[in-house]
C-alpha cells in the first residue's frame, strides 16, 4: 500500500471573521492524483495557499513525508519537494519554452556569485540540465514547440509549461489550481493524460483543485469536497460527486 505523503491535521485559516479553512484533514497517498472540488468560495485554493506556504495557518499542522511543515515559506515547501502551479501560468513571456524550463532548476551553479565567472565549474551541469529539460518536454508532447517563446502559445501549451516547469525541480509533490481550465476539452484530457504519465515515469503525487469535473473525475484516485471551508465528503470520485451533501452545497444549500 502506498505511503502517506502529504498530509493536514485541522488546518485552520481566517481572514477576519471569515474562517476560509475551518479544521481541515486531508492525507494525500504516494503517487496519486487527488481532486479536490467545491463550489466557488468553499475554501479550495485558500487551503492550497496554506499547504505551499503562500498563507500562514492560525491552527492545525501541514505534515509533508513526514516532517511538520506548518508555518514553513512557498521556497522552503519548494526544497523540501512540493511545488504549487497556479491557474494563470505566470510564465516568462519572452522566452521561449526551453528557457522557461531552464530557469526553473534546482541549484544552477552558474548562478551563484562565486562560481559564475568559472564556467568551466558548471558547464557540465548546465549541459545535463538541458538534457533534462528535454526530456521533461519529450514527456509532455513538447519537444517541437521547445525553441517557441511563450507569449506565442496557446493556453493548454501554456499550462503544460508550467507543469514542465515544475517537473524540472524534482518534485515529490505538485499542487495544481485547475490544470484544465479555459482550454478545450480535447487539449483538457490531453493535459490530464500527460498527469497520469508523470506519475507513471516519475513517480510524482498530484493534488488538483479543478471545476471541470465531468473530465477531470476519469482521471484521479481520489477526491475530497469542500463547502464553506470544511471537508463535507471523501472517497472515490464516483462517490463523493454523488454524495448529497455534495449534490446540495452545488446547488446553494
Do not use: C
Amino acid at each position: 500500500m502506498p505511503e502517506e505523503i502529504l498530509a493536514t491535521h485541522n488546518l485552520t485559516k481566517a481572514f477576519g471573521s471569515l474562517i476560509a479553512v475551518n479544521e481541515v484533514s486531508i492525507s494525500l497517498k504516494q503517487k496519486t492524483l487527488t481532486i479536490l472540488i467545491g463550489p466557488n468560495g468553499s475554501g479550495k485554493t485558500t487551503l492550497m495557499n496554506v499547504i505551499s506556504g503562500i498563507y500562514k495557518p492560525d491552527g492545525g499542522q501541514v505534515i509533508l513525508n513526514k516532517r511538520d511543515m506548518t508555518g514553513h515559506l512557498p521556497h522552503e515547501m519548494y526544497r523540501a519537494g512540493l511545488v504549487r502551479t497556479f491557474q494563470i501560468p505566470s510564465l516568462f513571456r519572452k522566452l521561449n519554452v526551453l528557457e522557461n524550463l531552464l530557469a526553473a532548476a534546482r541549484d544552477q551553479m552558474g548562478e551563484r556569485i562565486l562560481s559564475a565567472p568559472f564556467r568551466s565549474r558548471w558547464r557540465r551541469q548546465e549541459e545535463g540540465m538541458v538534457e533534462k529539460a528535454f526530456k521533461t518536454l519529450d514527456l509532455l508532447d513538447m519537444t517541437p514547440l521547445w525553441n517557441q517563446p511563450a507569449d506565442t502559445l496557446s493556453g493548454g501549451q501554456l499550462k503544460l509549461v508550467e507543469v514542465g516547469r515544475a517537473l524540472m525541480s524534482d518534485p515529490q509533490i505538485i499542487l495544481m489550481d485547475e490544470p484544465a481550465g479555459s482550454v478545450n476539452p480535447k487539449i483538457a484530457h490531453q493535459i490530464f493524460e500527460h498527469l497520469l504519465s508523470v506519475r507513471k515515469e516519475l513517480g510524482v503525487t498530484f493534488l488538483i483543485v479543478e471545476h471541470r469535473l465531468d473530465i477531470a473525475l476519469g482521471y484521479v484516485d481520489h477526491a475530497y469536497a469542500m463547502h464553506l471551508g470544511r471537508i463535507i465528503a471523501d472517497g472515490p470520485p464516483s462517490e463523493v460527486v454523488a454524495s448529497p451533501q455534495v449534490i446540495e452545497s452545488y446547488l446553494g444549500g
